[in-house]
T-cell receptor, first 116, second 112 residues
């Protein structure tokens, strides 16, 4: 149980276009999801906290107009990279906390974005 | 704020060697501590966790003990295998629904 599905696994897009990444909790409801970004051979950096039915909370230095987060239901959060540029190329990973006491965090399999 | 410091890699070991990856943390409260593993091209998988002082998390031959006095959560394995080659992340969360804070990751390569 407690599976998080992230789609797509990889995407290549042209500079200036927008890309949407979906994160779904398949067998539990997630009022909060987290979006991370990982550069090659580096750690995961939290970008934003996605809250169902309300605005996302962005970390300092993350452009909210560039990285649009929507959490319209208890099982789906989306991250849209708008007007993508090569420097946005990265590995994006979503995460949700499993419900219940001691619930751990489940991660999606990640999306590798390459902007050309 | 909270932070996690783990040893720099990469670490290269021969099969059946002993592994220790150091992890120390800074937190204002009493965090839960985790080790996650990331295999090439994949997302993160929980390896083990500990939620209070002196707890020992274990899984797949890996162990880590929550040491409050030294604010540490070192990952150990007595005999590594080639299949253990991956990046290992130490992480913590304070409580509730707060996000995980990760260390920088340690890349482990095990050679036959």
């Amino acid at each position: 149980g407690a599976v998080v599905s992230q789609h797509p696994s990889w995407v290549i897009c042209k500079s200036g276009t927008s890309v949407k990444i979906e994160c779904r909790s398949l067998d539990f409801q997630a009022t909060t999801m987290f979006w991370y970004r990982q550069f090659p051979k580096q750690s995961l950096m939290l970008m934003a906290t996605s809250n169902e039915g309300s605005k996302a909370t962005y970390e300092q230095g993350v452009e909210k107009d560039k990285f649009l987060i929507n959490h319209a239901s208890l099982t789906l959060s989306t991250l849209t990279v708008t007007s993508a540029h090569p420097e946005d190329s990265s590995f994006y990973i979503c995460s949700a906390r499993r419900p219940g006491q001691g619930g751990g965090y489940t991660f999606g399999s990640g999306t590798r974005l390459t902007v050309v | 704020g909270d932070s996690v410091t783990q040893m720099e890699g990469p670490v290269t070991l021969s099969e059946e060697a002993c592994l220790t990856i150091n992890c120390t943390y800074t937190a204002t409260g009493y965090p839960s501590l985790f080790w996650y593993v990331q295999y090439p091209g994949e997302g993160l998988q929980l390896l083990l966790k500990a939620t209070k002082a002196d707890d020992k998390g274990s899984n797949k031959g890996f162990e880590a003990t929550y040491r409050k006095e030294t604010t540490s959560f070192h990952l150990e394995k007595g005999s590594v295998q080639v299949s253990d080659s991956a990046v290992y992340f130490c992480a913590l969360t304070d409580s509730g629904n707060t996000p995980l804070v990760f260390g920088k990751g340690t890349r482990l390569s095990v050679i036959a």
